[in-house]
């Protein structure tokens, strides 16, 4: 997911405001309260009271969540602390990103209960289980179709289409270098241009008038003028988000419309897997294995789609109507976009290098 996916969010315009959770700033670990366990994660991660309150219930933990920004900046926090790390679990590493806080040694081993009702496919790796899957999601451009119907313009279906003139000064992206949906959208670009074709690309798009911002939030509720959170204030009829965006676009709305108000272009897809790990030097190891447990319990997975519009990692959770109804589902006949994990660990931090260099500065 981004997401999330997401996944990713993974990624939600309607994050709700967790009465159960104590938001902190800063401090480390659980503060050496062993009733406390404390929960790195990205400014998009969202949960309904009743399950942590049923977390609560069920393992006498109470949660503390640290946000640090969107999940790039909280995954380089997790490196730049892994010697003091900040709590005792951190969820919202994806799969375009978890080669660096394995490769830095950030996480200790544990293989949550109910791993097995995850495919195979999700579970990265395998055999140590340093992480552990929770969502998927796919990062796509989404469009306004209000926009797009009132200029009586069709809107893009493919990448190739996002440099044509007519959609120029449309689209906004979130930086690669410490977004987690933008150097999903760079990976998309690597995946169906090839590791040179891609420059090419983007410097297509930067003449076609991209516009970059530092994270999702700002994005989409910011600058995209299809976003409800947003009220519309944006000008750009076309955003990077997810394919499971659009609910977020219906929930709560009476009556319910016939389809949601924004599209996806699904020629314009990545897939993304959002993972949790113990972190190494929790202070509160066995309540963040607890943790761990609750996020791949089916309680925990069935909240997932509505509150981070991400899809579970469980084969076996159950999606709500609004979220099947709505959210776009990226199937193999629309061919997201794929990168090997090795070699987006042997060129991720090159290529976003390189795309710095093209299109920000």
Not at 17 to 40: E, F, I, N
Not at 82 to 105: A, C, H, I, M, Y
Not at 226 to 255: H, I, M, W
Not at 270 to 299: I, P
Request: hydrophobic share 35%; charged share 25%; aromatic share 8%.
């Amino acid at each position: 997911m981004n997401k999330h996916a997401r996944r990713a969010a993974a990624a939600t315009t309607a994050v709700v405001t967790l009465a159960l959770l104590a938001t902190a700033c800063g401090g480390s670990g659980s503060g050496g309260d062993p009733k406390t366990v404390t929960l790195v994660t990205h400014d998009s991660f969202a949960a309904s009271k009743s399950v942590l309150k049923d977390f609560t219930e069920r393992t006498g933990y109470k949660v503390k969540v640290m946000r640090g920004g969107d999940a790039g900046a909280t995954v380089n926090q997790a490196v730049l602390n892994k010697d003091n790390p900040q709590g005792d679990v951190l969820f919202g590493v994806d799969n375009t990103l978890l080669s660096r806080p394995l490769n830095e040694g950030v996480f200790q081993p544990y293989k949550a209960k109910d791993l097995a009702a995850v495919p195979a496919g999700l579970r990265a790796d395998q055999g140590k289980h340093r992480v552990t899957p929770i969502d998927t999601g796919d990062v796509c451009v989404n469009y306004d179709r209000e926009w797009f119907a009132h200029k009586k313009l069709s809107p893009p279906r493919t990448l190739a289409d996002l440099a044509k003139p007519r959609y120029k000064n449309l689209l906004v992206t979130e930086d690669a270098a410490n977004s987690s949906p933008g150097l999903a959208f760079l990976l998309a670009t690597v995946g169906e241009y090839g590791g040179k074709g891609w420059q090419d690309y983007w410097k297509k798009l930067r003449g076609n008038g991209v516009e970059v911002v530092d994270s999702w939030e700002q994005a989409y509720n910011d600058r995209f003028s299809g976003s409800r959170g947003g009220k519309g204030k944006g000008d750009r009829p076309l955003v990077v988000s997810y394919a499971s965006s659009p609910p977020v676009e219906v929930l709560g709305t009476k009556p319910e419309p016939a389809r949601a108000p924004t599209g996806i272009a699904k020629g314009t897809c990545f897939r993304q897997t959002e993972y949790a790990g113990l972190l190494k030097g929790a202070r509160n190891a066995k309540g963040g294995k607890a943790l761990l447990d609750f996020l791949l319990s089916k309680r925990f997975q069935e909240d997932l789609p509505l509150k981070m519009f991400v899809r579970p990692a469980r084969a076996d959770a159950r999606l709500p109507k609004l979220f099947t109804k709505y959210g776009e589902r990226i199937g193999h006949s629309d061919s997201p976009a794929a990168v090997a994990p090795k070699t987006i660990a042997e060129n991720r931090e090159q290529w976003i290098k390189t795309w710095t260099s093209l299109v920000v500065k």
